[in-house]
Structures are given as structure tokens and as C-alpha cells.
């Protein structure tokens, strides 16, 4: 390939085949980080009976969740400094490593540690691929592009629980992770030869103490929230302790990029209307879905009896939306060049959805949940890529880096604080509306008769999923005079209670969707860019003596299509 040696933004450089290849080399680096995270809660279960270690079962997912997260906003300052090119392509191969470890790992911790390096990996991959769309095209050709990327999360998500399960049980657990390898050695090639690298012309100066105090902030506040109402009261002082660090570190970190002359985070962007509307809007997007919908195969698998595999067929339409949705959206915005009618309908989608999960109960047909779905997921599919264009569109290019990992920092971010808050929802609902639905007469009869802790296993929701612990204490009630009909009854209440439960989470999931619809109503459309200029409005000035002025775009990089970072 040629070698290019210009300040013009990478779209200008490469002809359409380039960036067709391009385009599917990024693909199938976002397809490897995506599939992974649908086809390991398959494995779940053979994982626990290999390696043991229930009480470490949510670090297999948290330790993932918590290293991803923190990675994105710095990966996504240092991308638009170096190029996105060295990111992209040592996340692939960390996560290729991390990968082969987690297949090896001899034990539970081991496991969780590689996980957490993992996360590093695909935290890179995810920030870095969809900035590196944003180098390719202008705002206004960019929404069908992202829809693609989109689509292929989406389509990842559909065939991971099925190669999950295919993986698990033909060839072990094992080779839900080291699938990864063969996909991550195609990746590296493709995006190493066809993804130009950047040199830059000097060094710039890192801001290595807010790079720090972000993660630590963040560390804290994730930490804060995955532990909060279940290894910690949300009262307790180890919880108000860690808000407390977060804050005093998020404190320190906004005092030190107001100082650096490279911050990681220029918060002048804060001054910008369309970029902080932008990224609430993902926030609250985060905290009604990703909150919400964790707590749903619970209801489906206790309440309505169903399968973990039949859990999976009855949600799966939602990414069935997601994919479509996000596909034609980007090609509507794409040949309309509006934005803003999409966003509301897309939000009002989600609060329909919301109001219509809201109204399950123990009798509603599994196919009704379904149809729910696919309606959440069209409203997704419609937001979500979209509010990536926004605030892409909303910055200055040399800011592409920062714009895309915000959004996604934000988004992560809300999907945390709403499974916590949730979590406690559910435990708290569930235990109320289980004590008003077994007679006191039933409770006394099971804690007297049986035992105190036969009748404390039903605080928990999830009794019946418990293959070791739930023939126990169905043997135990049924030993008892009349027990069958005593057991028939504490189980039916059970649903129940797991019934209200669920549908005071997706009533305060609805409450937070109307606000998400409230920032879409909020948000206004700029024009978007044909070209890689400045948006219009730029970035809100800062008068003088307000604060630090914008800081100037980087210095000019050269752009070198060769195959070399």
C-alpha cells in the first residue's frame, strides 16, 4: 500500500475499497470481544462444577466488567494522540492471551484474574473500533456505518448462547475461551494491513496523575456498587467509605485537568450542550436496560418455570431489534441527515417496552415477552448508535477519541448503577410481597415444624434454581402433615412475590426511561458535518478568566498506510 504523509483525516486518504476492508477487518475485531461476553454465562454452570467457588461466581463477570470499563476513557484520550491502530490491534492480542489463560486456569481465582485482563483487552477494542469509524467518514455518512458495528454486537449476541452451549457440551467449557484465539489471529492481520498507523511528530505529555485518579474513581465507585446490598449494606460504613474515596478521587481528578495542559478529559466538552445531553441520555439509558434486564431470566426461569436454554429463545428477539433497528436507522440518518426524530422514537420505544414488562405476572404467555422484547430492542437500536454519531458529531475531530469512549464509559457506568440499585429493589420487594403472600399460619408451620432455615431459604428468590439446596428443602416441607399442599402453597407465593418484585423494578425502570425520553426531547439537532471540519456549533468558547481555554487540536500526525503501528 501506498505511504501517506498528510495531516487529512484518515477518510481522505483511503479509496472505498480500502475502506471497505477496513470496515470488515474492524468488524470481526468487535465480533471477537462481543461473543465472548454472550457465550460465557452459558458455560456458568460447568465452570461451577469444575473449579467450585460459588461465592466467587459474580467476580467471573464483575472483574471483566470493572477492568473494561476503566480502560475506555483512557484508551480513548491516548487513541486520539497515537493513533487508533496500536490499540486496536494490542487489545485483540491481549485479549487472545487472556483468553488462552482462562481456558488454562486451574482454579476460580485464576479464572477471575484473567478475566479482569480480558476486560483490558476488549475494553481497548470496543473504544478504539468505533473512534476508528469516525476517522473513516463524516457525521453524515457515518450513521449507517455504526449501525453495521451495531449489528454485528447484535448479531454476536444471537449465536453466543447457542455456541455456548455447543462449545460446553462437546468439548468442554474450556473452549468457550479458547475460541477466541482462532477468531483473534484472523482479526490481527486484517486490521494490521489494512488499518494505517500513526506517527506522531513529538511526544506529547501524558497525564499520567489523571489517568490515574479516573481509574481510581472509577475502581471505587464500580466497587461501590457491585458490593452495595449484597456483601455490604448500602448503609454499611465499608460502602459510604468507598463513595466517599470515589468522590474525593473524582474531586482530585477534575482539580488536575483543569491544571494539565493535556488532560484526559477536557472539560471545556462539559460546556457542550449536544455532548453532555448526549452522554446523559446513554446514562439513563444504561441504568433503565442494563439494570432491568438482568433481573429478567430470573423471573422467567423461577415464575414461569422455564429453562435457562428457554430463558435464552424468549429474550433473544431483543438483539433481533437491536440488529434491524440499528441498521436502518443508520441508513435513514444517513440519507436524511436528521437525527433528532429518531432518538425520541427510539427512546418512547423503551419506555413502551418498560410499561408493557411492567404488566408480567406468573400467568403471562412466554411468547408475550418476546414481543416485549423486540419492541425494547427496535428502541435500542435506534439510540444507542445514534448517540454515538452525536457526540461524535457534536466535538472537534481531534476529540473523536474522548467523544466515543465517553459515551460508552457513561453508558457502562449506568448499566452498573442500575443493577445495583435493582439488585436491592428485588430483595427488598421480593421479601415484603413474600411475607404478605405466605399466610403466617404456613410461615410458622414450615419454621416450627421443619425448620428456621428451611423457611429462610425461600428469602431467596432465585430457591428453585438451586439443584442442591432446593430437593432439600422441597423433602424437608413435604415430610410434613399436609406438606404437599404446604409446599404447592410457599412455592406459588414465591412466584408471586418474584411477580410484584419484578414489576417494581420495571416500574422504576420505566420512571428512569421517561427521563432518557426527557434528554431526547432536549436534544438538539445539529446539522451533520459532510466533511472532517469543526461541528457547528463547535465546542462552547470559555471566557476569560472563566476557567482553562479549549486546548488546541493535537499536533499535526502523519498518517502512514503501511503495515506498522
Known amino acids: 500500500m501506498a505511504t501517506f504523509d498528510s495531516p487529512r483525516p484518515l477518510g481522505e486518504l483511503l479509496d472505498q475499497r480500502q475502506k471497505w476492508l477496513l470496515i470488515f477487518s474492524l468488524m470481526l475485531a468487535l465480533f471477537v470481544g462481543a461473543v465472548d461476553q454472550t457465550v460465557v454465562s452459558t458455560a456458568t454452570p460447568r465452570i461451577l462444577s469444575d473449579l467450585g467457588g460459588f461465592g466467587l461466581l459474580s467476580w467471573l463477570f464483575t472483574s471483566y466488567m470493572l477492568s473494561s470499563t476503566v480502560v475506555v476513557p483512557l484508551v480513548g484520550k491516548l487513541s486520539d494522540i497515537f493513533g487508533r491502530k496500536f490499540f486496536v490491534i494490542t487489545g485483540i ?10 481456558g488454562a486456569a486451574p482454579s476460580m481465582t485464576t479464572l477471575i484474574v484473567f478475566r479482569a485482563v480480558q476486560g483490558i483487552g476488549g475494553g481497548m477494542i470496543f473504544s478504539s473500533v468505533f473512534a476508528t469509524t469516525g476517522d473513516l467518514f463524516p457525521p453524515a455518512e457515518r450513521g449507517k456505518y455504526m449501525g453495521m458495528f451495531t449489528g454485528t454486537f447484535s448479531l454476536a449476541s444471537i449465536l453466543g448462547p447457542s455456541v455456548g452451549g455447543l462449545l460446553t457440551d462437546n468439548w468442554g467449557w474450556r473452549w468457550v475461551f479458547y475460541i477466541n484465539v482462532p477468531f483473534s489471529l484472523l482479526a490481527i ?13 513529538r511526544r506529547p505529555k501524558i497525564d499520567f496523575v489523571g489517568a490515574g485518579l479516573l481509574s481510581g474513581a472509577s475502581v471505587s465507585l464500580l466497587l461501590a456498587l ?39 478529559i477536557p472539560l471545556h466538552l462539559f460546556r457542550n450542550r449536544t455532548f453532555v445531553i448526549s452522554n446523559l ?10 439494570g432491568s434486564l438482568a433481573f429478567l431470566p430470573t423471573f422467567v426461569q423461577t415464575a414461569l418455570g422455564a429453562t435457562a436454554t428457554a430463558s435464552g429463545v424468549i429474550t433473544t428477539p431483543q438483539s ?10 443508520g441508513q435513514i440518518i444517513a440519507r436524511t441527515g436528521h437525527y433528532r426524530l429518531q432518538t ?53 475531530h481531534h476529540y473523536l477519541g474522548v467523544a466515543s469512549s465517553s459515551s460508552q464509559f457513561f453508558r457502562q457506568i449506568g448499566g452498573v448503577l442500575g443493577t445495583a440499585v435493582f439488585g436491592a429493589v428485588l430483595a427488598s420487594s421480593y421479601h415484603s410481597a413474600f411475607q404478605e403472600d405466605l399466610s403466617q399460619q404456613d410461615r410458622a408451620a414450615i419454621s416450627e415444624q421443619a425448620s428456621p432455615a428451611t423457611l429462610a431459604h425461600f ?24 406438606g404437599e399442599a404446604l409446599l404447592g402453597r410457599a412455592v406459588s407465593a414465591q412466584r408471586e412475590a418474584i411477580s410484584t418484585a419484578i414489576r417494581v423494578i420495571f416500574t422504576a425502570a420505566a420512571v428512569v426511561a421517561a427521563t432518557c425520553v426527557a434528554f431526547a426531547l432536549l436534544l438538539k439537532e445539529l446539522p451533520l458535518r459532510r466533511a472532517f471540519g469543526p461541528p457547528e456549533p463547535a465546542v462552547a468558547p470559555v471566557a476569560r478568566g472563566e476557567g482553562p481555554s479549549p486546548e488546541p487540536p493535537p499536533v499535526v500526525a502523519a498518517e502512514t498506510q503501511q503495515a506498522g503501528p
Open 281 to 290: 441520555t446513554v446514562f439513563t439509558l444504561g441504568i433503565a436496560m442494563f
Open 93 to 102: 492480542i491481549v485479549f487472545m492471551v487472556a483468553s488462552a489463560a482462562c
Open 320 to 329: 433481533f431489534g437491536v440488529m434491524v433497528a440499528s441498521v436502518t436507522g
Open 226 to 264: 457491585v458490593w452495595a446490598g449484597q456483601k455490604y449494606d448500602w448503609a454499611s460504613a465499608q460502602i459510604v467509605g468507598i463513595f466517599a474515596a470515589s468522590a474525593v478521587l473524582l474531586g482530585a481528578f477534575v482539580f488536575q485537568e483543569r491544571r494539565h495542559p493535556e488532560p484526559m
Open 344 to 396: 425520541i422514537i427510539g427512546a418512547v420505544l423503551i419506555l413502551v417496552a418498560m410499561l408493557l414488562l411492567r404488566t408480567l405476572d406468573v400467568g403471562v404467555e412466554k411468547w408475550h415477552i418476546s414481543l416485549y422484547m423486540i419492541v425494547l430492542g427496535v428502541g435500542f437500536g435506534f439510540v444507542l448508535p445514534t448517540m454515538s454519531l452525536v457526540v461524535q458529531n457534536a466535538v472537534p
Open 459 to 482: 428469602d431467596d428468590p432465585t430457591l428453585a434454581l438451586d439443584k442442591r439446596t432446593y430437593p432439600l428443602v422441597q423433602q424437608q416441607i413435604r415430610a410434613l402433615p399436609d
Open 189 to 201: 492481520p486484517a486490521v494490521w494491513f489494512n488499518l494505517p498507523g500513526r506517527q506522531t511528530v
